[in-house]
């Protein structure tokens, strides 16, 4: 079964999640907030150093990261999360690797620049070509 990007996000953060949630954290899911990171974990005391703040990546390529947003690193390439949990689903079990932020070299994060069209768009596109109201 192949597994489409929709499905290998849901599974990485399911995985995420209770990974963190086994250790005794407290997980707050906060993808899409735009805060530069995915998840916020803590014992309960939100002590500074007790917080990590979790960027979620999940890959079926071997080798490669998924693609990052701009918005994921501050304007030094440095990774705006403290960690990088990478969930890898190559064989029958995934594996989960966590990669603290200081381990990714700002030299590694190159500055790429990606197009988009929203998902829809192409039905209204071929609807206005069919009606010359292009």
């Known amino acids: 079964m192949q597994l489409n990007q929709a499905d290998i996000t849901k599974k ?24 530069g990171y995915d998840i916020l974990s803590h014992k309960g005391k ?29 304007v030094n390439r440095n990774l705006i999360a403290t960690h990088l949990y990478l969930v890898c689903f190559y064989e ?13 070299k700002p030299e590694w994060v190159k500055k790429t620049t990606t197009y988009r069209i929203e998902k829809g768009i192409a039905k209204k596109a071929l609807i206005c070509e069919e009606n010359k109201v292009i």
Do not use: H, M, W
């Not at 999940?58 to 947003?69: E, S, V």
């Not at 029958?92 to 990714?104: E, Q, T, V």
């Open 12 to 35: 990485a953060f399911e995985i995420v999640e209770e990974y963190e949630k086994s250790l005794g954290r407290n997980v707050i899911n906060r993808q899409g907030d735009g805060v």
């Open 46 to 74: 939100k002590k500074r150093k007790d917080i990590r703040t979790i960027e979620v990546k999940g890959t079926t390529k071997r080798g490669l990261f998924p693609g990052f947003y701009g918005s994921e690193f501050d």
């Open 92 to 104: 029958y079990k995934p594996s989960l690797y966590i990669i603290p932020r200081g381990k990714i």
